[in-house]
Structures are given as C-alpha cells and as structure tokens.
C-alpha cells in the first residue's frame, strides 16, 4: 500500500518566524556521482565539501528531473512546472514567450522582499532566458533579480575553441587538464563565479543584509550560485585529475544497450560527437558502436576531476557563509539540473529517459531541521523546489496548479510540486504516486521509421558559455551547429513519458514513447504508442533489461494507468476500466 503525506495547505498572511536567507546552488550535467551516493562501478569520489553539507540535509537520492536536458529542465525547476506547461523542450524557447508569465522562484523571494543576485549558470542563458537586444545574456532580466546577473568573462575561452597555453593539441577538445600556469594566466570561469560569491557575501555582511532577520525591516538574501562544471568540455585543474590515477578508472559494466530497449529510447550523443577530438573517431553513435577502452577511461576520468573541482568551488562558498555568521539563519539548497551516462550502456550524455539521465543529486539544508542528516529514497521531482524552499526560509506555501495544462498556463503563480519537508520527519514515506520525466523526439512515423528530417537529436546540442552567439552554437556545440525552437511547439513529434513509482515493494522505471501534437493539440495520444519500456530497479538497477515485452499485464496496466494521470494531463486520461490493452504475457 502507497501512502501519501497530504500538501501544505496555502498559508495566508505574515509567517510566525523570521524569514531566513537562500543560497541557492546549483552544477551543471552533475549525476548522481558523490561521495555519500554514486553509481555503481566508479571510484570513491573525492567530494568533501558536498558529503559535508549533506550530512546536514535533507538529501533526495531518487529525486528526477523533469526534462534531462539543460534549458527545460532548469525552466522546470525555477518554474515548478512540468515541460508540458512551460511548453519549453529545446534550448532556445523563453518560457515567458512559449508558455504563459509564470513566476519563478527567485522571483518569488524577490517579490517577498528578499534582495536577489546571483551568477553563473541558474537559467539556461541567452534567448532561453529572454536574451535577446538590451539583454544580451537573458537571465530572466529583469523579473528574477534585484540587480544584474554575474557571468564570467572568460567562458568563451575555456569552451575551447581556442588553443590554449602549453596545450596546442587541447583545442576542440572534450576535456583539458588545466596547468597552474594556464590557470594563473586566465582564470577559470568556475573560480570566477565562486569568487564573485565570496564577494556578494562579504559585502552583504558589510551592509547588514540578511542579519538580524527577526527584527521589523530586516533585508534576507537570496544568492544563485550556478557552476558550469561537470558540463562538457571536461575542463578542471590539473591537481584534481591527480585524484584519480588513470590506472584506477574502470569501463562501464556494460557497454550495450538495454536488452529489448525501443530503438526510439535511444541518444546518438552528437553534444559528446561533435568534439572535434571525438569526432575523429568516427563514431556513428548508434547502440553497439561504443568508444575505444582508452578515450572511454579518459573521458570518465575527466568527469570525476570536473566534478571535485566543483565540490572545491561549492566549499569556497560554504566556508564563506559560516565566516560571515550565515550558516545558521541560511536555507541552502543544491541540485544538478539533470544527471548524465558515462558510457553505461555505450550511451554518453543526457538527453534520454533512462534512470542515469533522469536522477540527480538535490538537496535542502534547514537550519534547526536537517542537522545531522536525513536520506530519503522515496521519488520526487525537480519542480518540488519551490514549494520547499517556500515553506523552510518563509513559512508559506505555493498555491497547486490545475490539473491541466491549458488552464495552468493561465495561472502566474502555482506548482506542480509539493513541499517536501515532511520527508525530514518520515523520510520514507510517499510524498507523491510517481516522479514524472518526458523527451521528445522527432516524429516516429508508423511502421517504426525515425523521419531524419525531424529527428532532434543530431543537432541537440549545448551553449554553456558562448551564450552571446545564440542561434547559432560554436565550440561546444559542433561548429555552425544550429539550435532551433523544438519540433513540438508547431508541429507534430513522439515525447517519451516516463515515471518512477513503488509498486507493491518495488520501484519501477515505465516508459511509453507517444504520439504528440498529431491527434490532440499540446499534448499526447495515449493511443498511439511507438515505444514501450519497463525495468525492475530492485532486480536491475542500472535498466539493462526492458522487461515490457515480458512483463504481466496486470502489471503493465496498472503502470499504464498511473503514467496516463500525469499530472498536467489527469483530466483527460482515461480511467483504468477504459485504459488501452497492452501486450504483455497472461497475469498468474
């Protein structure tokens, strides 16, 4: 039996206890590849600074993300909508623009009286966040924050489309070994932004700013510190790859992908591809054509040190909280904006459904709350942020969205989430039925042929630094590399819907590849499926068997049902007598 912890009822006027400060941090492409949790069959990480902070938090190791991909999901989160209401599946639609004048959540603090600043990466940068002439980098300028964003001045540089000092070979290439040399000569963008924190910090305990917060008039802060890293290129200081000695980095497991999988399922990693390093390997990307052993260790090598660099840069910053007398009156909050693949299964990058691509780490620190540490296993989802954080460092909460699309798109303030406080108390009881991700596609034409002309997924590609050079991407991208607004919004396309849920005992990962924007407008065809995926996570944790061809069909209709009561579309799925049969063996 699932039980679930009822929502936070809407809180109306002033909370009974001071408001407290936000720091707000997040990482980019960061999988769930920590000290405390990592995925099986990679080396202790070297992560301090972070198995610190969350041996004081609440930490949410099957949290999911609700797009796994940069720019919807960092919209996803900061809006606490699913991508079907903020109507953005590329990297270059403005939510504002696609999908209706939602309030987000810096917004949300700034609005509530809170002084708001950040920098670095916290909204998709460029025209995904409203850039464009007068507001060349977006940022959601000026509705997010109380004065102008932070970015470095040195990201074009170290996207490396230029050689760089002692390393002529490393242009183009997916990861650098930084010397101490190259890195006193141009800083990394990382160090800058860190830096930046350290000094928006100093200056807020110079001006009284998020001090004394139980007096009348007291100013709380809200301080976004974004990191780049472990984004692709894989650049980090040399004296973090010494930390992993390249003889210890093992292969993946397995290198094949899952048996039975939907060809649809699949990535072809043109972000990773388009390296000119990698590019000449020749690697069509398709299942089975796995990268040579040495690039393989490499590669994975380059991750771990990029991901200690940001564990350095993260306790930069928490050092420098406690210095100034924050720690203690200080929500702080990190998350990875989507997880990545390493190889597992010869897939790299992001862009899928699949459980390495769709976890990733998040958690929330509560002064007075978390102290001592709370795990929680039970799923949740990236858009349970804002009401979270709502109700730790205010005391109110967000009013629910409606349970349906057109009618959410109409409401600037609302949720899809719930706070997920309660989970410091009962951590492993159920706080919702399902974590629900989704990825689109190019349209899936009957008889199981991928149009190529609609096929996204050879020019899905990442703009982390040169956000100025928006729409067309350089360096990291592939170079000419277009990125264009997602097939979904005007035309027809397949969105994969996937979900995590506790069945019986045991968690799930349920996946149907569907029609979208043919039959109904915006949304699915729950009809019309192209793809179907089951994996048992308690017998196979790393998804190597599709189990849906094999599966009892009490089982996958059950599984169906719940899938199809999304809850942006729960008023218009079928009910379970009416759900479509899917093939599968004879339930016992």
Request: charge should be negative; include cysteine.
């Amino acid at each position: 039996m699932l039980f679930l912890l009822a929502p936070t009822a809407l809180i109306a006027g002033t909370p009974a206890k001071p408001k407290m400060n936000v720091l707000f941090l997040a990482a980019d492409d960061l999988r769930i590849q920590l000290g405390v949790d990592r995925v099986p069959g990679t080396p202790e990480m070297h992560t301090p600074n972070f198995d610190t902070i969350i041996g004081d938090s609440l930490f949410l190791r099957q949290a999911q993300v609700q797009q796994a991909v940069c720019s919807p999901t960092r919209t996803s989160v900061l809006t606490s909508r699913y991508p079907d209401t903020t109507r953005v599946w590329d990297l270059v639609s403005y939510f504002r623009d696609v999908g209706g004048n939602y309030t987000t959540i810096p917004q949300l603090f700034k609005e509530a009286g809170y002084h708001t600043t950040g920098g670095g990466k916290i909204f998709h940068p460029g025209k995904a966040s409203g850039g464009g002439p007068g507001n060349s980098k977006g940022d959601d300028a000026p509705y997010s924050w109380s004065e102008p964003f932070y970015h470095s001045n040195t990201s074009s540089y170290w996207s490396t489309n230029q050689k760089q000092p002692g390393c002529d070979e490393c242009t183009g290439h997916s990861w650098i070994s930084v010397s101490p040399e190259a890195e006193a000569k141009i800083p990394l963008p990382d160090t800058q932004i860190a830096e930046n924190a350290l000094a928006t910090l100093e200056q807020h305990a110079a001006n009284g700013v998020g001090k004394d917060l139980e007096k009348p008039g007291a100013a709380p802060f809200f301080l976004a510190v974004g990191f780049h890293k472990p984004h692709l290129p894989f650049v980090a200081p040399s004296r973090f790859h010494d930390l992993y000695p390249l003889d210890d980095i093992e292969l993946p497991g397995d290198q094949q992908p899952p048996t039975g999988m939907p060809k649809v399922a699949w990535s072809n990693w043109g972000e990773l591809r388009n390296y000119p390093d990698i590019a000449a390997l020749n690697n069509s990307g398709t299942p089975g054509d796995v990268l040579p052993a040495n690039v393989t260790k490499a590669l994975r090598r380059a991750y771990y040190a990029a991901v200690s660099f940001t564990d350095y840069n993260i306790g930069l910053v928490m050092a420098s909280l406690r210095k100034h007398g924050y720690y203690d009156n200080t929500v702080v909050s990190f998350w990875g904006d989507h997880g990545w693949q390493l190889g597992e299964h010869g897939e790299w990058c992001k862009h899928t459904n699949f459980n390495l691509a769709t976890n990733a780490p998040m958690f929330v620190r509560v002064p007075g709350r978390t102290d001592g540490g709370v795990m929680s296993s039970t799923p949740t989802e990236y858009l349970d942020l804002m009401p979270t954080l709502a109700t730790a460092a205010m005391g109110v909460s967000v009013p629910v969205c409606p349970a349906d699309a057109t009618k959410s798109r109409k409401v600037q303030l609302c949720t899809h989430g719930t706070s997920l406080l309660p989970l410091i108390d009962a951590p492993h009881t159920a706080v919702k039925r399902a974590a629900y991700s989704q990825y689109p596609r190019g349209y899936q034409k009957p008889g199981g042929q991928l149009t190529v002309e609609e096929d996204d997924e050879a020019t899905v590609l990442e703009d982390d630094a040169l956000f100025d050079a928006l729409p067309t991407a350089t360096a990291g991208d592939g170079v000419g590399a277009q990125l264009a607004p997602s097939k979904c919004l005007t035309g027809k396309c397949t969105m994969g819907y996937s979900m995590l849920t506790q069945h019986n005992g045991t968690y799930y990962r349920y996946t149907e590849w569907v029609d979208f924007n043919v039959k109904v407008a915006d949304g699915p065809d729950w009809d019309r499926v192209v793809g179907t995926e089951l994996y048992d996570h308690a017998a196979d944790p790393m998804e190597n068997t599709n189990l849906a061809a094999s599966a009892k069909k009490g089982l996958l209709g059950t599984l169906s049902t719940l899938l199809h009561q999304h809850p942006v579309w729960a008023s218009s799925a079928p009910s379970a007598s009416q759900g479509r049969a899917i093939a599968g063996s004879e339930e016992a």
